[in-house]
C-alpha cells in the first residue's frame, strides 16, 4: 500500500494577492480561474494530493481571509499547520513587506516545530506594473530560510511547482523523523 500523507497547508498573505485564486487554479490542474471575485472572509478548505516518487501528499488547502478585521478569527483556525504558502503581489509593495508578520503569526502556531514554507509571488503576468523585484523576493525568502517562486494565478503559470516543493520538503522532514525514531530503537 503506498505512503499517504496528509497535510494542513495554510495559504496566508494580505487580502487582493489571488491567494484564492491560486488554491483554485492548482486544485483544478489549472482549468479554472475565477473570473469573479469574492472576497474570503475566513477559512476555505479543499483537497488536493500531489504524488511523489515515494508518496502521495494530500494537502488540505487552508485559503485564509486576508484582511485584518478577520486576522483574530482566522489565526484560531491556523492551529497546527503542516505547511504553508505566502502569497504577495508583485504589483504591490504593501503586500510584500506585510509577509514577515504573516509569517510572525503562523509560526506563532507552531514555534517549537520547523515546517515548510514557500514564498510566492503572484500576478508575474502583470510584471510591467512591478513593485516588487525577484530579487527582493529571493533576499526574502533567503533571510528566513524558505523556498521562492513567482507565478501568474491568470495565466496558470507556475502554479504546481511551489506545492510540489512543499511536498517534498515534507516528506523530507516525515523522513527524518522517521529516521530518529529508528535510530532511537536501534
Known sequence: ??????????????????????????????????????????????????????????????????????????????DHPSMLLLVYDITNKTSFRNCTKWLERARAQKPEQPFPVVLLGNRKDLSTRREVSEKEGQELANENDLAFFECSAKETLNITEPFHQLAEQYYQLYRDKMQSIKSLTS
Open 1 to 78: 500500500m503506498p505512503l499517504v500523507l496528509r497535510a494542513k497547508c495554510l495559504i496566508i498573505g494580505d487580502s487582493c494577492v489571488g491567494k484564492s485564486a491560486i488554491v483554485q487554479c492548482f486544485h483544478s490542474d489549472g482549468t479554472h480561474y475565477p473570473k469573479t471575485y469574492t472576497m474570503t472572509t475566513g477559512v476555505e478548505v479543499c483537497v488536493k494530493s500531489v504524488t511523489l516518487p515515494e508518496c502521495s501528499v494530500e494537502f488540505y488547502l487552508h485559503d485564509s481571509a486576508g484582511k485584518e478585521v478577520f486576522s483574530e478569527h482566522v489565526v484560531q483556525l491556523w
